[in-house]
């Protein structure tokens, strides 16, 4: 059974998380060739919760330094922006150590931490 054939399946079985967004290992939010400390990746996952919380159903927070990039569904991206939503996404990222907190315009990207050179 192929990945799609699952989700079907769930659907016609009425499983409530059938169409649940794929989510990949914490460590994946972090750089390739940094040291992971289990207290970061708990503070990632705070922070799509936050984020989560506000309404984005796919989203991930890449960590670089201090830096949190924030990408959501490229439909997304303008309301992540609009007053009120932008102000509580940063005060809660900040709250949790990120000094500086950027929205990738260029919307969720699985394997984004690890780019092919263009």
Not at 1 to 28: F, Q, Y
Request: aromatic share 6%; proline share 5%.
């Amino acid at each position: 059974m192929s990945k799609s054939d699952v989700r079907e399946a769930s659907r016609e079985l009425a499983i409530p998380t059938w169409d649940k967004p794929a989510s990949a290992c914490l460590a994946s939010r972090i750089p390739f060739g940094v040291t992971i400390k289990v207290e970061e990746l708990s503070k990632v996952g705070r922070a799509e919760r936050l984020l989560k919380d506000l309404g984005f159903r796919q989203c991930r927070v890449r960590v670089h330094d201090d830096v949190a990039r924030i990408e959501v569904d490229v439909a997304d991206v303008a309301r992540l922006a609009e007053p009120g939503i932008r102000e509580q996404a940063v005060e809660g990222l900040r709250a949790l150590g990120y000094r500086y907190v950027t929205l990738d315009l260029e919307g969720f990207r699985s394997g984004s931490m690890n780019p092919e050179p263009s």
